[in-house]
């Protein structure tokens, strides 16, 4: 080597870089986790990038220690590298071996995020979760080590750099602490909820196109009547149609997110139909007025680095959406189930663009339902029952049969709004008591399914007996149904 400061220029560049890899690659997962940037973002982009980011943030680290050991200058030993407070070096005197111990220190925390990152899969998701969210602790950390046991600190160019990495720490932290992914749930639903209520957000569009897409099953495009571009969405959205009779109902948008100009729905005619699905294919034509409202979103596509999507029958459309919006390279599989190939909306479509990663199954071709017993409710059942809650993501177009879990009696709510203490009677139910004592609460379903009556609980516990996400899930962000749910005590406080 003909300069004998060559590993040190490494020593420290590799630093650098490092530390910057390690700020922006903590920023996309902040990015990732809160979605501020919703919908002008892609949670699989955001993780390709965070992934690589914090890989080629290890690979520096390992140069930065590697040039330290080699650099005759430093002269770090495997001790002075492995061990906290091993090195003599000292920059600053009063900070002892301070400086230099946080940098091996990081290096554990960065080894660790890494190490569990790449297990994350037989981890029990808690354990990721917490060690995971050492990675703020480390930026932080990484920032007192390069000020303190930096030769740089005195160029321009450093400072610069370091003002723009430690402000980027900043506001990631304070975007993570503001926008926490259960109170942006919560916002989510209960809020667009609410502006549902009060028809904010309602807008009238025409009906574009009406086709057939398959037995019983009617494809609907809608546009603005002067053809602007409508509110944007992400995959597993939803919009709601306002129908006459004072009738709303739910369909999954399955068009392209990135066509601002149209929403598209498929809707399947259900021999069940209390009005709505009978009302879309009997009387929407091309041409006609109607008011929607939305979208929202409960069935957001969760960043992952592989998929198994599985639906059944009508359950296809926010899935076609979903595997439609991920890039080319992901790792995914579709197992599309149905009666028969003409009752399944889109079959040909997504064999012929996805080859072999979309498996179809159809009933009278293959002699029979898959293994997971029999389509589409209780495939889900099944489904349940075989993968660990926290992989499953999934959304009902039907209830389950909960009766096992009610208990049905008598109880007191009160609406924290108006301090109004109301009893629910053993035969009535919650979301009719509190309409008619003025919670203009609208709903859909009736059946704890759409999630449209949707509540926020600020005290007791609700007895949960629909099936729009786990319990858990909704006690983790405090909300209820009460078309169907009630209370396990006798007392519960309601936003309203
Ligand atoms: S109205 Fe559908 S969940 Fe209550």
């Known amino acids: 080597m003909k300069d004998p400061a ?46 690589w980011l914090s890989g ?36 600053i005197a009063w900070l002892g071996g301070w400086p230099v111990a946080l940098g091996v220190i990081c290096t554990y925390i960065l080894f660790a995020v890494q190490a569990t990152s790449l297990m994350m899969k037989k981890l029990p998701r808690k354990y990721w979760k917490a060690i995971h969210y050492s990675s703020y602790a480390l930026v932080l ?30 506001v990631a932290l304070i975007t993570r602490i503001l926008f926490p992914k ?27 196109r009406v086709t057939p897409l398959a037995d019983g099953i009617l494809g609907l495009d809608f546009v603005r009547p002067d053809r602007s571009n409508l509110d944007p969405w992400v995959p597993g959205a939803h919009i709601t149609l306002h129908l006459p009779d004072g009738m709303q109902r739910q369909y999954s948008l399955c068009g392209d997110p990135a066509d601002r100009s149209q929403y598209s729905i498929a809707v399947l005619e259900s021999p069940t139909s209390r009005g709505g699905s009978h009302y879309v294919h009997h ?38 959406a979903m595997i439609e919006s991920l890039p080319n390279r992901r790792h995914w599989r579709l197992l ?64 389950v049969d909960r009766s096992d879990d009610a208990i049905v009696e008598a109880f007191e709510v009160t609406l924290s709004r108006s301090d109004k203490k109301i009893l ?10 509190l309409n008619e004592n003025g919670g203009a609460l ?23 007996l629909d099936s729009v996400m786990s319990d858990e899930d909704k006690d983790a962000i405090g909300v209820m149904y009460p078309c169907v749910s009630r209370s396990t005590g006798s007392t519960l406080v309601l936003d309203i």
């Open 424 to 433: 629910v009677g053993k035969d009535e139910s919650l979301l009719d008591a």
């Open 442 to 464: 609208i709903s859909s379903c009736g059946e704890g399914v759409c999630g449209t009556c949707e509540v926020r609980v600020l005290k007791g516990q609700p007895m949960h």
């Open 141 to 170: 950390l990484v920032s007192f080590h390069a000020g303190w046991s930096g030769t740089d600190v005195r160029a321009w160019a450093y400072r610069i750099t370091a003002l723009v990495l430690i402000t980027l720490t900043t």
């Open 336 to 399: 599309y189930a149905g009666r028969s190939r003409t009752s399944m909306a889109y079959a040909n479509e997504l064999s012929e663009m996805f080859g072999d990663r979309v498996i179809i199954h159809a009933d009278d071709e293959q002699g029979g339902r898959p293994n997971l017993d029999a389509l589409p409710e209780p495939l889900l059942d099944a489904l349940s029952s075989k993968v660990s809650v926290d992989r499953l993501h999934y959304e009902r177009f039907s209830a």
């Open 6 to 51: 060559i590993w040190w220029y490494v020593t420290r560049s590799s630093a650098i870089i490092a530390w910057a890899l390690m700020v922006i690659s903590v920023t996309w997962g902040i990015l990732l986790s809160t979605r501020v940037m919703k919908p002008k973002d892609n949670p699989s982009w955001l993780l390709d990038l965070h992934r």
């Open 182 to 208: 259960s109170a942006k749930t919560l916002s989510a639903t209960v809020e667009g909820r609410r502006a549902n209520q009060n028809k904010e957000n309602l807008h009238k569009v025409l009906v574009d």
């Open 283 to 320: 009387n929407l034509k091309s041409g006609m007025n109607l008011e929607v409202s939305g979208p929202h979103n409960h069935f957001e596509l969760e960043a992952s680095n592989e998929y198994l999507f599985i639906a059944g029958g009508i359950g296809i459309t926010p899935i076609k």
């Open 56 to 91: 080629l943030s290890v690979v520096f680290v390992g140069i930065h220690m590697a040039s330290l050991f080699v650099d005759k200058y430093a002269a770090f030993s495997l001790q002075d590298l492995f061990i906290p407070f091993h090195s003599q070096y000292q920059k």
